[in-house]
């Protein structure tokens, strides 16, 4: 799942990043998971990681372990969809380019 299409004219560290997030549902992942899923380097992350917090679309909990969560408005609801989990690449290819 991908974060809404409003969240996506960000740059692609930052969505690649809410992407993963979104992904992860309520589970959150630690930097070193996000470092492991976005292709970028850990200075391009953190820098990412600021402004997405700073724009509260990001929240940041520690309890043992520092966990990032995306902000509920960041998350697509599947039922605005219709309950459609079946994207084609044609669809996909249409949100990334905006068509």
Known sequence: MAAKPEYRDRPDVEVALLDALVDRGGEGMTVLELRAV??????AIEEALSALK???????????RVRVYPHDRVVPDPE???GRTD?????????RLGL
Not at 38 to 43: F, L, P, S
Not at 87 to 95: A, C, K, M, P, T
């Open 38 to 43: 976005v292709d970028a380097d850990i200075d």
């Open 87 to 95: 994207r084609g690449i044609v669809d996909v290819l249409r949100e």
């Open 54 to 64: 700073a724009d509260s679309l990001i929240t940041v909990e520690s309890d043992d």
């Open 80 to 82: 605005a969809d219709g």
